[in-house]
């Protein structure tokens, strides 16, 4: 079966982009930053049915998919076993029949992403993979405990052997426009991350306009977030494309002023092949195809595995096996 460059070109899953060093908060840039709704809710409309790929091609994009999962559980009942199981997944994310009819050896997720107390287990289970172990940290998901406390957690995080930290923004500092407030307080969490790569989470759900989301999201990068991340998963709206076309022209407008690559996670809520595709297609038409590797794109997933792998099954065998059969973690 053949298969398109676009998978095989698929470089290992280590963040390899050098790190983002931030800039002073520049105030005249940030209230420069709009977004217009109606314009950007056309663009993301015409998206999905335009931009199909079929067949060998939709698979390749599938199995690229992969790559960039930051394969997650965020889960009160989170065990080490859960933890283990889903770093079985994240090591073997297809099952071998369907990873060799697609020619492929192996393959594996882009990191493994979980709450602080299950990074040590993560990490044993992950050892010799190359899949770094990513940690929510800083009071996740609300972000409102004590800031020491916040920082210190993300010391904590880095120091049982997380290599990347996502971080969540106090939303109180953009409702607020106190933009010096949430400049400050990213460059402590950038700095307390030390060698961990940073990704910015802006539950974007909560920040109430998308001229907020632009504004939040430029100056998380001017002060040094590797990555911005859409939402924790746990807010009443997550993921959306409006957001994340925003998100990714704030990227291609710090590129282009900076020179600097920061890369994007969208989060919560995809959980389907399809959609999948579609963001990655709004990536590619976007920022090109530099960022669709797993060092400047991840999802943020705990369940869109299981539906690509179903749908890479049906690719293989022409027929769908029942969810259950695909279960993660
Ligand atoms: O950061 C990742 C999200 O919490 C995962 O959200 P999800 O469970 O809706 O896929």
Redesign the pocket.
């Known amino acids: 079966m053949q298969t398109t460059d676009i998978a095989r070109t698929a470089p290992l899953p280590k963040l390899t982009e050098p790190r983002n060093p931030g800039m002073a908060l520049d105030l005249g840039w940030v209230r420069a930053a709009t977004a217009n709704r109606s314009a950007i809710e056309r663009r993301c409309a015409s998206l999905p049915a335009r931009r199909s790929v079929k067949k060998d091609y939709q698979a390749a994009w599938l199995l690229k998919a992969i790559t960039c999962i ?1 394969l ?1 559980t ?1 889960a009160g009942d989170d065990t080490a076993e859960r933890v283990r199981r889903l770093c079985a997944k994240a090591r073997q994310p297809l099952r071998p029949d369907l990873l060799a009819a697609l020619g492929f050896d192996s393959l594996h997720t882009g990191a493994v ?1 979980v709450y602080h107390e299950m990074v040590a287990p993560a990490v044993a289970a992950l050892r010799g993979s190359g899949i770094p172990v990513a940690a ?1 940290s800083t009071g996740f998901p609300a972000g409102l405990s004590p800031f020491a406390l916040r920082l210190a957690e993300i010391g904590e995080s880095v120091a049982a052997g997380a290599e990347e930290i ?1 971080i969540v923004i106090s939303r109180r500092h953009v409702l607020e426009g106190n933009w010096q407030a949430l400049y400050d307080e990213m460059r402590l969490f950038r700095e307390a991350c030390g060698e961990a790569h940073v990704k910015a ?1 802006l539950a974007t759900g909560e920040l109430g306009t998308l001229k907020n989301v632009a504004r939040a999201s430029l100056v998380c990068m001017m002060a040094g977030a590797d990555f911005i ?1 859409t ?4 807010e009443t709206v ?1 993921a959306t494309l409006p957001v994340s076309l925003v998100m990714i022209r704030a990227i291609r407008d710090y590129y282009d002023r900076t020179g600097i690559r920061i890369g994007y ?1 969208p ?5 389907k092949a399809k959609d999948a595709l579609v963001y990655l297609s709004l990536i590619k038409e976007e920022l090109g195809n530099r960022w669709l590797q797993p060092d400047l794109f991840r999802f ?5 595995l299981g539906d690509i792998e179903r749908q890479l099954e049906h690719h293989v065998t022409g027929a769908y096996s029942a969810g259950y059969r695909h279960a993660v973690g």
């Not at 989060?267 to 959980?271: E, H, Q, R, T, V």
């Not at 943020?300 to 869109?304: D, F, I, K, M």
């Open positions: 930051d997650t965020l992403c929510v996502d989470i991340k939402s924790t998963g746990k997550n996670k989060a919560g809520g995809i959980s943020g997933a705990s369940s869109l």
